[in-house]
Nanobody, 123 residues
Framework: QVQLVESGGALVQPGGSLRLSCAAS????????MGWYRQTPGKQRELVAT???????NVADSVKGRFTISRDNGKNTLYLQMNSLKPEDTAVYYC?????????????????WGQGTQVTVSS
């Protein structure tokens, strides 16, 4: 089993910064893609940014230039640096990862989600 644990969410004023972390643990052979998503009540979960194992990134237009995604493969940890935060960034932020693990000689790749961390941008 694999666990993803997010941290770093908080209440912050507009224009402020936060850094989210997502630590993966458990039965892990390798982690392929990782990403951050966010969701507000009544809306679908939306992509914020993704990061492949080789470092390629994709960032949503709504946060481009303000948010930076990065990962530490040695620590199985994903980060999201959020700057110039706006009230519309308020949401629960979720971490996602595609994790490979062996069961005997068979390699399985499964999709995992964290429990989410609340980010609130308000004065």
């Amino acid at each position: 089993q694999v666990q993803l644990v997010e941290s770093g969410g908080a209440l912050v004023q507009p224009g402020g910064s936060l850094r989210l972390s997502c630590a993966a643990s458990g039965s892990i052979s390798s982690i392929y893609g990782m990403g951050w998503y966010r969701q507000t009540p009544g809306k679908q979960r939306e992509l914020v940014a993704t990061n492949t194992r080789d470092g390629s990134t994709n960032v949503a237009d709504s946060v481009k230039g303000r948010f930076t995604i990065s990962r530490d493969n040695g620590k199985n940890t994903l980060y999201l640096q959020m700057n110039s935060l706006k009230p519309e960034d308020t949401a629960v932020y979720y971490c996602n990862a595609q994790v490979a693990h062996y069961s005997g000689i068979v390699l399985h790749v499964n999709d995992y989600w964290g429990q989410g961390t609340q980010v609130t941008v308000s004065s």
